[in-house]
Nanobody
Framework: QVQLVESGGGLVQAGGSLRLSCTAS????????MGWFRQAPGKEREFVAC????????SYADSVQSRFTISRDHAKNTVYLEMNSLKPEDTAVYYC???????????????????WGQGTQVTVSS
């Protein structure tokens, strides 16, 4: 059983930056792809970014492409989401998740992930 804990959220002005962290305990994440999702009030949870097991491949939602960067540090069992040029529409609770299967694939569907953190709030003011 793996426990995921997100941190780094907060309140930032439009155009600002934040770096989210997701640290795991209970199991190594090294062989799994990891993803970030977000959920705004009244909206469904949506895919943000995914990184494969060794960090060589990444995938992003169109809405965050070129502004967000996902990365991972195996030594720290941690996944990061660097968010730049933030917009008010990026306001949401951000969740990290572990892929259900291990391997090299990238995933976007919620059903492809089986462990989730509790989320961290990101609020972008205009």
């Amino acid at each position: 059983q793996v426990q995921l804990v997100e941190s780094g959220g907060g309140l930032v002005q439009a155009g600002g930056s934040l770096r989210l962290s997701c640290t795991a305990s209970g199991r190594t994440l090294h062989v799994y792809s990891m993803g970030w999702f977000r959920q705004a009030p009244g909206k469904e949870r949506e895919f943000v970014a995914c990184i494969n097991w060794n960090g060589a491949n990444t995938s992003y939602a169109d809405s965050v492409q070129s502004r967000f960067t996902i990365s991972r540090d195996h030594a720290k069992n941690t996944v990061y989401l660097e968010m730049n040029s933030l917009k008010p529409e990026d306001t949401a609770v951000y969740y990290c998740a572990k892929s259900r299967l291990y391997g090299n694939a990238l995933y976007r569907a919620i059903g492809d992930f089986d462990s989730w953190g509790q989320g961290t709030q990101v609020t972008v003011s205009s």
